[in-house]
């Protein structure tokens, strides 16, 4: 309740003096490890995770967060034997593990549905609104389709910066729009935008779930659409009490909600190919082209810092991936010092992980292990957006990772004439830069194997011309390709919802 309120110093006071009554409880562990996980104390975090597990070897919760923080750290050693547990835990049907933790890990899209199944059960008890009915919208002399966006993130945050246009492209003679936020008000530009293009925008911030939910059913919401799935901050209490007839998962989580609440998916045929479906529990709705969608209108700076300004030598082939930590595992960054020890002058240049975890020195000391100087690993500090997407110029080629690709930052390297190299998985948070290169009408940057991919990316480090000529494609593909064209996304996403709807002539 404390830490709710914010109150987290008083929150881990009180479970420090509670285990001290009772220390064998592996809950109070796990929540005290939470606070301090959150204040950015990994070290301390995981001691509590461990003390944890120790009580209860296959605590779902303790296993899943400390996997996440130690892969986020390049503690990979540690990461492995929490993942044999994490699995050990899935087999056993163990309560408490975290859909996400998952995606980040080499499972299949069974395991995963498997996974997202169990993490359901929880919300089985919750109680549900009466039956919605496709209704329409309660205003008079309008008969459009109520289509309301629920998400914590409508503000300077990835969905926000990819979804804003497409907010502004709908289409107000078939919609009527609202969005839900439990997310912050920052008062940012991107903040004002996303606010201006709903006809409502209702921060629910603090309210119960029932309370929310009992909002969207008075306001007669014909579709919900959940944008966080199994995500930080995700509202999934209210999708449980069905306060909606149709409730969707769109963009926010790359993979199914196994929940009978959440009746489609959102997703392409490259993330989800056919044959597939039956490893969702949704319905899946497929787009034409990506399912990604981009915004026309993302802000750049105009001016870019020089090499020198980010760190980077003044010449050489920057391979970059600006991927969050936990998406590099053992095996990706074992091939891509393969790649850099073939390319003399090259460096990676990856995004700066939090400086109060020492997750560079980890990666610095696992470079030297493989025979890669570590002054050719590069760190980009955390920029603002207009500026964080103006450094991609000084980047030639990004390189992607496995299991869980770039999904933003792919579209955001693409924009910015960044070529993005892909070796695609199984799984749907393993396919989403594919699906992105497909849209971008790239289709040679997706390979097919791990040799593939190490051989593309030291062959485009060595022939500058072939280099070159990628970025030109990229540069005329930008103007037309599916992938940026918010427009006919927008179109493609609303006839979709309106395919479910068949009896409304809209």
């Not at 969005?179 to 008000?185: E, I, L, Q, T, V």
């Amino acid at each position: 309740m404390l830490a709710a309120k914010g109150d987290r110093q008083e929150a881990v006071s009180a479970y420090q003096a509670s285990l001290k009554t009772v220390p064998d409880n592996a809950d109070s562990w796990y929540n005290l490890g939470l606070l301090l996980d959150d204040a950015r104390m990994a070290g301390e975090a995981l001691s509590c995770y461990g003390r944890a597990m120790q009580i209860e070897p296959l605590h779902g919760g303790a296993i899943s967060v400390a996997l996440f923080l130690r892969r986020a750290l390049f503690d990979w050693d540690g990461a492995e034997r929490l993942s044999q547990q994490y699995f050990q835990a899935l087999e056993q049907g163990v309560g408490g593990l975290t859909p996400f933790s998952l995606t980040l890990e080499h499972s299949t899209a069974q395991q995963q549905r498997h996974c997202a199944e169990l993490w359901a059960r929880q919300f089985s008890g919750i109680g549900k609104l009466p039956p919605a009915e496709k209704s329409g919208n309660n205003q008079p002399d309008d008969d459009r389709l109520t289509l309301a966006y629920v998400s914590a993130d409508f503000y300077q945050h990835p969905t926000a910066y990819l979804m804003a246009g497409l907010f502004e492209a709908h289409d107000h003679s078939k919609f009527r729009l609202i969005a839900y936020s439990n997310g912050p008000d920052d008062c940012s530009a991107i903040r004002r935008r996303v606010m201006a293009a709903f006809d409502e925008f209702v921060d629910v911030s603090g309210w119960t779930s029932m309370k929310i939910a009992e909002r969207i059913r008075a306001d007669r919401v014909d579709i919900l659409v959940d944008l966080k799935g199994y995500t930080l901050d995700a509202m999934t209490e209210v999708f449980a009490r069905r306060p909606a007839p149709v409730q969707i998962s769109f963009l926010g989580y790359p993979g199914t909600m196994g929940a009978e609440f959440i009746d489609y998916l959102i997703a392409d045929d490259f993330v989800i190919p056919d044959g597939s479906e039956s490893v969702y529990s949704e319905k899946i709705i497929r787009l034409p082209d990506s399912y990604q969608v981009n915004d026309r209108d993302r802000e750049t700076a105009a001016d870019t810092p020089s090499r020198t300004e980010l760190g980077l030598p003044d010449q050489g082939m920057v391979y970059c991936c600006f991927n969050a930590s936990q998406k590099i595992t053992r095996q990706t960054f074992a091939r891509w010092v393969e790649i850099l020890n073939a390319v003399p002058g090259s460096v990676l240049w990856l995004l700066d992980p939090d400086p109060r975890w020492p997750a560079k020195d980890h990666l610095r000391s696992s470079a030297k292990d493989l025979g890669l100087a570590p002054e050719r690993l590069i760190f980009a500090k955390k920029l603002e957006q207009k500026q964080y997407l103006a450094t991609y110029r000084h980047a030639d080629l990004f390189l992607d990772t496995l299991p869980y690709n770039a999904h933003t930052t792919a579209s955001d390297a693409l924009w910015m004439g960044c070529p993005v190299l892909t070796l695609p998985g199984d799984t749907f948070a393993s396919r989403v830069a594919g699906s992105i290169l497909a849209a971008a009408e790239l289709p040679e940057l997706i390979m097919n194997s791990a040799q593939e991919y190490r051989d593309m990316a030291i062959h485009l480090g060595h022939d500058k011309q072939d280099l070159a000529d990628l970025k030109k494609k990229l540069a005329r593909k930008r103007e037309t390709c599916a992938l940026f064209d918010t427009g006919k996304f927008t179109r493609g996403f609303e006839k979709a919802l309106l395919d479910i709807f068949p009896e409304r002539d809209l």
